[in-house]
């Protein structure tokens, strides 16, 4: 049961020791002519944060294209139409003279980091299971591990293989698993379907062990896999650990789940990137939703572990400590992105902090070692389902520091302004739905929610200043409409499913909500005050002028991937207006310094590294055919 007063969701299972030794959370560069980018999010503590600055505020006008690499993707689809990837979304690691990287349809491939010349390609043979579950064919990386002459590229796959690959010569470590690779479908507590169950993200290993989530189909189905976390052996590949998500019987949290849901539910899977820190030899694991996303009227309850950040022992798997940020979840409020690492000093208090950016737009902040709130989370009353069988929970949390980065709820406050016409066209919209603060549940009628399914924030994640304990994140204004019905006789076994309800317009097909519609906030998380928010680029900026509407200045664009920090500039990637940008930002003032126009639409997020001296940004670009990895360096 819920207590309506102030209550902080969060259980410490384990003994916390106290730990004096610093953290090593960053790779350490010793050579100041070469700077690796070690992992997705350049180190362990998911920073996107290099100290390198040979591109800056006074150089950045000169940087050009270096070179690009033509996916293998793009010779696969023509000789085979069938099989097309959904957007060219890997972000390379570099380590040493080579990047590496993963495409959408499944290949991993090395290539000189300052040429681009491929050094060799492997085949993971993804595309011979068909269309994978929920976005189809597309990836985000691989890692990279080396214990003395064995040094090794980390692969999962959309069809639920994990590969070990040499990392000099591409060929399949024969010692790990069967011929080089572990079947993800075992091993879970029960037998799943593989279509239902695949994996996009870049493996985590700390200490030994490669830590896997996994992407669970998001399908109105009563009976889906399990989002079960699992610790596998980085030399052999044998599965030494697993966490379940959803608790089995006897385990802490199983009677959250009620009417025994546990032993059918599935979902509550971290599909996203996670984070470590390898002192402390803890792995952070952003959780996900429960099926189905919308009704849960099967799994009544507040649903441990779903949307919840988790700590636990990276050796044993062993829970450490959580907290859920929403009970019960009806929104698809999925934790999207690899929680941020950094030390901060609050009220004069030395802090090891983890914050974890969400999609509905707050941003919640930890000690990484005991799992206590930097600054009080308060449980507070919010609305209650209408939907027959559903029990939504009476209470959420609400981080009271730092404030909202995104518009949350449709009210007074969030409908689009520009002129009374459109505002009056704007509330005649909303009044054919259920709407109110966030947090307002699904109805029959169809409810606002506001920020959607795609947030706030996404998969892109945030990026961490470490010398400023600044914490830069991207976000979208995006309300979309949830409307449940009743399924079709004999289709599925829930009894309400959400119908093709989605994005909503505002009037004249201009956004429902005020601007900026996509945005960049700076917030210090020594104080948890911003520094800055800023419009992510001119958006449609040049369209509500051509409208007669006064110039609003820039209002940002939909179209984003994730934020890469140097030691003077933030860069964004962006399709804004039919070019596709590479925005360098002052991250003091969030002024825009320079763009630099890309030959492809922007899908991943960037990285950069040096090598030979030299400086180098890199982007995945495109998709569907013409997916290329370009990089950037000055002449």
Not at 327 to 339: C, F, N
């Amino acid at each position: 049961m819920h207590n309506k007063s102030k209550l902080l969701r969060i259980v410490f299972p384990l003994a916390i020791v106290s730990v004096i030794a610093s953290c090593s959370l960053r790779p350490v560069h010793t050579n100041t002519d070469d700077y690796d980018w070690a992992t997705y999010g350049g180190g362990p503590a998911s920073e996107k944060y290099a100290a390198i600055d040979q591109i800056n505020k006074d150089t950045i006008k000169n940087l050009q294209v270096a070179w690009v690499w033509d996916s293998v993707d793009n010779t696969a689809v023509k000789a085979d139409g069938k099989h097309v990837p959904l957007g060219n979304k890997s972000t390379p690691i570099k380590i040493g003279n080579f990047l590496y990287t993963s495409t959408s349809l499944g290949y991993v491939v090395a290539l000189d980091a300052v040429t681009g010349e491929q050094k060799w390609v492997f085949d993971t043979e993804t595309k011979l299971d068909g269309r994978p579950a929920n976005l189809g064919f597309n990836h985000r990386g691989v890692s990279f591990w080396q214990s003395g002459e064995k040094r090794r590229i980390l692969m999962s796959t959309n069809n639920s293989y994990l590969w070990s690959l040499d990392a000099d010569t591409g060929l399949p470590d024969h010692d790990f698993g069967t011929n080089g690779k572990v079947d993800l479908t075992k091993g879970l507590g029960r037998q799943i379907k593989r279509k239902y169950y695949s994996t996009t993200a870049a493996p985590m290993i700390v200490n030994g062990i490669i830590i896997m989530g996994s992407v669970v189909a998001d399908y109105p189905l009563k009976h889906l896999p399990p989002g079960h976390v699992r610790g596998f052996d980085v030399e052999t590949g044998e599965q030494r650990w697993i966490f379940h998500t959803i608790p089995q019987a006897g385990e802490k949290g199983v009677d959250s789940w009620e009417q025994e849901s546990w032993k059918y539910s599935g979902g509550t899977n971290v599909w996203s990137l996670m984070s470590a820190d390898p002192d402390l030899g803890y792995v952070y694991l952003p959780v996900g939703t429960p099926n189905n996303d919308w009704y849960g009227g099967h799994r009544l309850g507040d649903n441990l572990f779903a949307e919840s950040l988790v700590c636990l022992n990276a050796t044993t798997g062993k829970l450490v400590w959580h907290f859920q940020m929403v009970h019960h979840g009806l929104w698809d409020y999925d934790l999207p992105a690899a929680p941020n690492l950094v030390d901060i000093v609050v009220d004069g208090k030395a802090i090891k902090a983890v914050a974890q950016v969400s999609k509905q737009g707050f941003i919640y902040v930890f000690d990484r070692v005991t799992g206590q709130p930097v600054w009080p989370i308060e449980e507070r009353s919010v609305p209650q389902s209408t939907v027959p069988g559903e029990r939504s929970s009476p209470t959420q949390p609400f981080p009271t520091r730092p404030a909202p980065f995104e518009l949350q709820g449709i009210s007074d406050d969030t409908l689009i302004d520009f002129t009374p016409e459109l505002r009056a066209k704007a509330e005649r919209i909303i009044a054919k739905y259920d709407y109110g603060e966030v947090f307002t549940p699904p109805s029959l009628k169809g409810t606002i929610q506001l920020p959607g399914w795609a947030g706030g924030a996404n998969w892109m994640g945030a990026a961490v200043d470490p010398e400023t304990s600044t914490i830069y994140i991207p976000s979208n204004t995006g309300p979309i409409v949830v409307k449940l019905v009743e399924p079709k006789p004999n289709t599925v076994e829930l009894r309400y499913i959400r119908s093709r309800s989605g994005n909503i317009r505002g009037p004249q097909r201009l956004p429902l909500t005020k601007p900026p519609y996509g945005r960049i906030s700076a917030i210090d998380l020594n104080t948890g005050e911003y520094q800055w928010i800023k419009p992510n680029a001119e958006g449609m900026r040049q369209k509500l002028i051509d409208m007669g509407i006064p110039d609003p200045g820039p209002v940002g664009t939909f179209n984003s991937t994730g934020p890469l920090l140097t030691k003077s500039l933030l860069f964004t990637v962006v399709a804004d207006g039919g070019n596709n940008l590479l925005r360098a930002i002052d991250k003091e003032t969030g002024e825009l310094i320079h763009v630099i126009e890309l030959p492809g639409a922007p899908r991943g997020t960037p990285m950069t590294y040096k090598v030979a001296g030299k400086q180098y940004i890199a982007v995945s670009i495109g998709g569907m055919k013409e997916a290329k990895l370009v990089s950037l360096a000055l002449p």
